[in-house]
């Protein structure tokens, strides 16, 4: 039997792969081509190391040595031409790149620059008054409040607090560290105002601030509570 | 347009029920078709105040767990036949509402009546929540001293929040009822002024109902003070309030302390 005869031959295996190239269209005055290209590359000189291109001719009408002499001249500054585009095969000499045929325009897709995230809000408006038991908390910023904050209820902001109302219960404000925080209110009854963990309790508060605008302040160690204007 | 207006306030002896039995009196008196309902589930009272303890058969948790149906626990007043009322369970304890229970029976008493008054329990558990929840408008009943207001605040925080309408982005009409208000105490600084309550509150003001004997005497008679003594201040009050419930502008009475000198010389005789 023939059967040990026959060869067991390896299977060539062949795998389409597309590359998107770049393709050069020179245009008469050659010379003139050249220099602009030139003064590209010297831009961006390792823009096109490892990039062979096409060399599109369509738009030019070149004698087989001008060819030669073009490729030459764009080899020279270190650009590998890969293929020829857009001339007959009767122009080509031996040694010269192959003639290309069925390339398609791609769209070279931009890559837009990464818009910057969009700043995340640090302020809180609350235009409703805080009533007592509820408690705010906004540790990104800065708390304003366009009414009464009750007494029994609570503000922790981690910027400043405005209170364009009675200012009853508790304030805290700078709670993650920020001592230049402040505290605002159009009438101060506050139970508690605290910055950046140094606090205040209404008996501490001068008993001549009460219920007149005022704001705290940190003073180094100290809370320093002022009447507004 | 069937309204469901809850009487709720965070501390209790307010005068809550007693509210919820005049102003369901008043209305019912101006012709507007009202049930009264219990959400006081373990201390029924409203019945006592309006005088229907004694033929109190079914209750609100006979019906949240389908053991009666409504009509069968509705109890028609019999001064007002406008007036109806349905009782709380003194036997069940208060865990035994549940929100979907709630929420039928009040669906279905919308059916039926133009005002659906709910007596809210005290305080801020489960009994208070549920008897606010489907509420479209609120009358917080607040005495003029500073716990009363606190926790009044506390409670419009909470129907501003907790409630149905709330949470699908509406609000839940409020409206601040002072109670007990004593002209004479007020004057000599022994309570918070109306001003006072209104500033903390930053609600609009219902009405003023003056402390009187009125008001005890119609409860213990087991009568809305609107119907036992109408002429009374408390009454005029009461019947003010309801007015201005149904859109009217009324202007508003301060309690004075017009009967300040008959008091003295009354005072001095029993002295």
């Given at each position: 039997?023939?059967?040990?005869?026959?060869?067991v031959?390896?299977?060539?295996?062949?795998?389409?792969?597309?590359?998107?190239?770049?393709?050069?269209?020179?245009?008469?005055?050659?010379?003139?081509?050249?220099?602009?290209?030139?003064?590209t590359?010297?831009?961006?000189p390792?823009?096109?190391?490892?990039?062979?291109?096409?060399?599109?001719?369509?738009?030019?009408?070149?004698?087989?040595?001008?060819i030669?002499?073009?490729?030459?001249?764009?080899?020279?500054?270190?650009?590998?031409?890969?293929?020829?585009?857009?001339?007959?095969?009767?122009?080509?000499?031996?040694?010269?790149?192959?003639?290309?045929s069925?390339?398609?325009h791609?769209?070279?897709?931009?890559?837009?620059?990464?818009?910057?995230?969009?700043?995340?809000?640090?302020?809180?408006?609350?235009?409703?008054?805080?009533?007592?038991?509820?408690?705010?908390?906004?540790?990104?910023?800065?708390?304003?409040?366009?009414?009464?904050?009750?007494?029994?209820?609570?503000?922790?902001?981690?910027?400043?607090?405005?209170?364009?109302?009675?200012?009853?219960?508790?304030?805290?404000?700078?709670?993650?560290?920020?001592?230049?925080?402040?505290?605002?209110?159009?009438?101060?009854?506050?139970?508690?105002?605290?910055?950046?963990?140094?606090?205040?309790?209404?008996?501490?508060?001068?008993?001549?601030?009460?219920?007149?605008?005022?704001?705290?302040?940190?003073?180094?160690?100290?809370?320093?509570?002022?009447?507004?204007? | 347009?069937?309204?469901?207006?809850?009487?709720?306030?965070?501390?209790?002896?307010?005068?809550?029920?007693?509210?919820?039995?005049?102003?369901?009196?008043?209305?019912?008196?101006?012709?507007?078709?009202?049930?009264?309902?219990?959400?006081?589930?373990?201390?029924?009272?409203?019945?006592?105040?309006?005088?229907?303890?004694?033929?109190?058969?079914?209750?609100?948790?006979?019906?949240?767990?389908?053991?009666?149906?409504?009509?069968?626990?509705?109890?028609?007043?019999?001064?007002?036949?406008?007036?109806?009322?349905?009782?709380?369970?003194?036997?069940?304890?208060?865990?035994?509402?549940?929100?979907?229970?709630?929420?039928?029976?009040?669906?279905?008493?919308?059916?039926?009546?133009?005002?659906?008054?709910?007596?809210?329990?005290?305080?801020?558990e489960?009994?208070?929540?549920?008897?606010?929840?489907?509420?479209?408008?609120?009358?917080?009943?607040?005495?003029?001293?500073?716990?009363?207001?606190?926790?009044?605040?506390?409670i419009?925080?909470?129907?501003?929040?907790?409630?149905?309408?709330?949470?699908?982005g509406?609000?839940?009409?409020?409206?601040?009822?002072?109670?007990?208000?004593?002209?004479?105490?007020?004057?000599?600084?022994?309570?918070?002024?109306?001003?006072?309550?209104?500033?903390?509150?930053?609600?609009?003001?219902?009405?003023?109902v003056?402390?009187s004997?009125?008001?005890?005497?119609?409860?213990?008679?087991?009568?809305?003070?609107?119907?036992?003594?109408?002429?009374?201040?408390?009454?005029?009050?009461?019947?003010?309030?309801?007015?201005?419930?149904?859109?009217?502008e009324?202007?508003?009475?301060?309690?004075?302390?017009?009967?300040?000198?008959?008091?003295?010389?009354?005072?001095?005789?029993?002295?």
């Amino acid at each position: 039997m023939s059967a040990g005869a026959e060869t067991v031959r390896p299977l060539i295996r062949l795998r389409g792969r597309s590359y998107v190239a770049f393709v050069f269209s020179p245009v008469v005055p050659i010379a003139d081509w050249l220099s602009e290209l030139d003064a590209t590359l010297a831009g961006s000189p390792g823009f096109f190391v490892g990039k062979p291109i096409v060399l599109d001719l369509s738009a030019v009408d070149l004698s087989p040595l001008a060819i030669t002499h073009l490729i030459k001249s764009i080899e020279s500054r270190n650009i590998r031409v890969l293929g020829l585009e857009g001339v007959e095969q009767a122009r080509l000499s031996l040694g010269m790149p192959p003639l290309l045929s069925g390339g398609r325009h791609c769209a070279v897709q931009e890559i837009e620059p990464e818009k910057p995230q969009l700043q995340q809000p640090t302020s809180l408006l609350l235009d409703q008054p805080v009533r007592s038991g509820q408690s705010i908390v906004f540790p990104d910023g800065d708390v304003t409040v366009l009414g009464a904050v009750s007494s029994g209820a609570e503000i922790v902001a981690g910027g400043s607090i405005h209170v364009y109302g009675a200012l009853r219960g508790r304030a805290m404000a700078g709670v993650n560290g920020n001592s230049a925080a402040r505290i605002y209110c159009q009438k101060i009854e506050a139970e508690l105002v605290a910055i950046d963990g140094y606090y205040q309790t209404a008996e501490q508060i001068d008993a001549a601030l009460r219920g007149r605008a005022a704001q705290a302040r940190l003073e180094g160690h100290s809370m320093k509570i002022v009447p507004l204007n | 347009m069937a309204k469901v207006l809850v009487v709720t306030s965070g501390k209790g002896g307010v005068g809550k029920t007693t509210t919820t039995a005049a102003m369901g009196a008043a209305l019912a008196q101006a012709g507007e078709k009202v049930v009264v309902v219990d959400f006081d589930v373990g201390l029924r009272n409203l019945d006592l105040v309006m005088g229907a303890e004694r033929r109190v058969v079914f209750d609100l948790i006979n019906v949240v767990h389908g053991v009666a149906k409504l009509p069968q626990a509705l109890i028609r007043d019999k001064r007002l036949e406008n007036l109806w009322l349905l009782p709380a369970s003194q036997t069940k304890d208060k865990d035994a509402l549940t929100e979907d229970g709630v929420g039928r029976i009040i669906a279905e008493l919308r059916k039926t009546f133009d005002w659906v008054v709910c007596d809210s329990p005290a305080g801020i558990e489960r009994g208070a929540m549920l008897a606010m929840r489907y509420a479209d408008e609120a009358i917080i009943v607040t005495n003029p001293e500073v716990s009363s207001v606190r926790d009044s605040d506390r409670i419009i925080g909470m129907l501003d929040s907790k409630t149905v309408r709330a949470e699908n982005g509406e609000r839940v009409e409020k409206h601040i009822l002072i109670t007990r208000y004593d002209a004479g105490r007020a004057a000599r600084g022994e309570m918070l002024s109306i001003d006072d309550v209104l500033e903390i509150l930053a609600t609009p003001l219902l009405g003023i109902v003056p402390e009187s004997q009125d008001v005890l005497r119609a409860s213990n008679v087991g009568c809305p003070v609107t119907l036992n003594s109408p002429a009374s201040a408390p009454a005029r009050a009461y019947h003010d309030a309801m007015r201005r419930l149904l859109g009217e502008e009324v202007e508003m009475q301060i309690p004075s302390e017009r009967k300040g000198l008959m008091n003295l010389l009354l005072g001095r005789r029993a002295a």
